[in-house]
């Protein structure tokens, strides 16, 4: 503080951008508060029309991209908390310019001394609030650029590893490719990382070593591997602990992607949320399935699932069966049992194409084969999605409980625990 702050101005050390620090964190704010609710929409929209190799992208973006929102919507909330803090005490001081009157509060005398000692000039006070609130600002600023830098990069390599294993027919495994060439890249550096911290003060500035280095140095700088890119963590790390800035940065930026899949893990599966050990899973088969029924099913949320048009088909003489087609399950299939159809023209390609989606998606109805059952080349109007459609003759069923199992694929995961999956979607419905 200056000796020549006065009560009814503002200090003259105060931040020089607070009134535009205010302006953007309160714009961001709204914008990153809506951001999460339409990632979401996108993700469940997206998730279903794309197979496992450009689901990893999808994903990516996914994360980064919502954790970006919720940094950047915590980070600006907090600030504006701190700045409104700022903001009161540069009032209550104009107001109360001779500071607290520690003789007027309830304490003891010994309790008095403690505080006195403790006790900070109010110009003091002020000061710290407000470089508090604009290092918190900056810090938001930071996480947000650093989150958009991972994410860009994280997204090229995957889609840069997905066509090259495409291109190749897949005889070229093209993340190990990536692999490789990140540790090429990065592995060099840590090393000379390493030993300039060690070392490099005992080098003679004409000696070649040194020279070698300072030319990695520079060519690493130049494709972004530099301090000053950065230049925020920079400074902040110059004047407090290196180390813990960047194990702070790393620690938070680990904790909101955690979070933020939890998050669409939960809003995947409702009842994982909750106390529901002692429910019995509905991992079985008879378990019933909302998205199984077209008037119940969420079509924005729910999984692509085969579904019917009730669960109660009472007066309708056909049951309206709609099997959405699902890359992740039904690509690869495709591409072992139908790779004769690429090579056929057009129209030819889609029959045999049809024959073979038929032949994955096979029906029962209450045990029996339904072997005179024929699909048809459909979509699913709520989400413009491919689908088969076909129509089932119900009318001769008998009043009671049906069931209806439409076999599908297993998926192409290999983590996926094949013994848990019944190879079949089950659907119940009543007459």
């Known amino acids: 503080m200056s000796d020549t702050d006065t009560p009814h101005t503002l200090p003259n050390r105060t931040t020089p951008t607070w009134e535009v620090e205010l302006l953007i964190s309160g714009i961001a704010v709204f914008a990153m508060l809506q951001l999460p609710s339409l990632l979401d929409n996108v993700m469940f929209a997206l998730e279903p029309r794309l197979d496992n190799d450009w689901q990893q992208p999808l994903v990516l973006a996914y994360l980064y991209g919502k954790g970006m929102a919720v940094i950047l919507a915590i980070t600006f909330v907090l600030h504006l908390l701190l700045r409104a803090r700022w903001i009161a005490l540069v009032g209550m001081y104009s107001v109360y310019p001779d500071g607290i009157r520690w003789d007027k509060l309830r304490i003891g005398p010994i309790q008095g001394e403690v505080e006195r ?23 938001g600023v930071m996480l947000g650029i650093l989150v958009v830098v991972i994410a860009v990069v994280a997204l090229f390599i995957s889609v840069f590893g997905i066509l090259l294993s495409t291109l190749s027919d897949r005889r070229i495994d093209g993340y190990k490719v990536i692999l490789a060439v990140f540790a090429t890249v990065m592995v060099p550096f840590s090393l000379i990382v390493l030993y300039d911290r060690k070392r490099g003060a005992r080098l003679a500035p004409d000696s070649r070593v040194r020279h070698i280095i300072r030319r990695l140095f520079g060519w690493y700088a130049r494709i972004g591997l530099s301090r000053m890119n950065n230049p925020i963590m920079s400074l902040l790390g110059s004047h407090g602990s290196d180390y813990k800035v960047v194990a702070f940065t790393t620690t938070l930026l680990m904790l909101v992607l955690f979070a ?18 002692l429910f019995p899973s509905d991992k079985g088969t008879t378990a019933i399935d909302a998205a199984h029924y077209d008037d119940q099913r969420d079509p924005a949320r729910d999984p692509a699932l085969p579904y019917i048009q009730s669960m109660a088909v009472t007066a309708a003489p056909y049951l309206r069966l709609v099997v959405p087609y699902r890359p992740m399950r039904d690509e690869p299939a495709m591409r072992r049992i139908c790779a ?10 889609a029959e045999v194409r049809l024959a073979c989606l038929s032949t994955l998606h096979g029906v029962t109805l209450d045990g029996e084969p339904l ?14 999605r491919p689908a088969l459609l076909a129509m089932i003759d119900v009318r001769g069923l008998p009043r009671g409980r049906h069931e209806l199992r439409i076999a599908r694929p297993s998926t192409d995961d290999e983590d996926n625990d094949a013994k848990d999956d019944p190879g079949y979607d089950q659907i119940l419905f009543w007459r």
């Open 117 to 139: 000692e403790r006790a900070l000039p109010f110009p003091t006070i002020i000061d710290r609030a407000d470089n508090l609130a604009t290092t918190v600002f900056a810090v």
């Open 260 to 277: 933020v899949g939890a998050s669409f893990a939960v809003m995947q599966s409702p009842q994982w949320l909750g106390n529901y050990g």
């Open 340 to 349: 004769q159809a690429q090579a056929l023209p057009n129209p030819r390609q």
């Open 371 to 384: 072997a005179d059952m024929r699909y048809e080349i459909a979509s699913d109007p709520r989400t413009d």
